[in-house]
């Protein structure tokens, strides 16, 4: 079992590296949001809102850092129940947005927020102060 929860926790790690870089460099093709119009603008508004030209938004980026440094952590197994409550807002609102606005690539979401639920739920006992 143990074997199992390193992959998981390697997997996810994996996951949110790979996703956060991609608000960087964007390394990974876009989702298709074609038919789903309040999608694509949302998304695009979030993507160009920080770019050179306009240099006023910091959602992207904040969301990208954030998403990476979750990630090594949970590659590197350094504080793991931190990240996971860092990751928790982020798999919350990827959650709400394609359950609103894109439900067809909604599988990564609930992946994320699945595996995120059920990492903290195994690592509960480091989190039992904070609800004492």
Known sequence: MKIFHTILRIGLGLML????????FWILPD??????P???YLFNS???????????????GLVGITET??????????WVP?????????????VLFHAFLNIPNIGPALLVAILNTYMIYKNWDSYRSIFT
């Open 17 to 24: 590296l790979i996703f956060g870089l991609n608000k960087f």
């Open 31 to 36: 989702f298709d949001f074609s038919g789903y």
């Open 38 to 40: 309040q999608a694509e």
């Open 46 to 60: 979030m993507r160009y809102s920080w770019s050179e030209s306009i240099n006023k938004g910091y959602l992207m």
């Open 69 to 78: 440094v979750a990630g090594l952590l949970l590659i590197l197994k350094k």
């Open 82 to 94: 931190f990240a996971l409550l860092l990751l928790v807002p982020i798999s919350v609102n990827i």
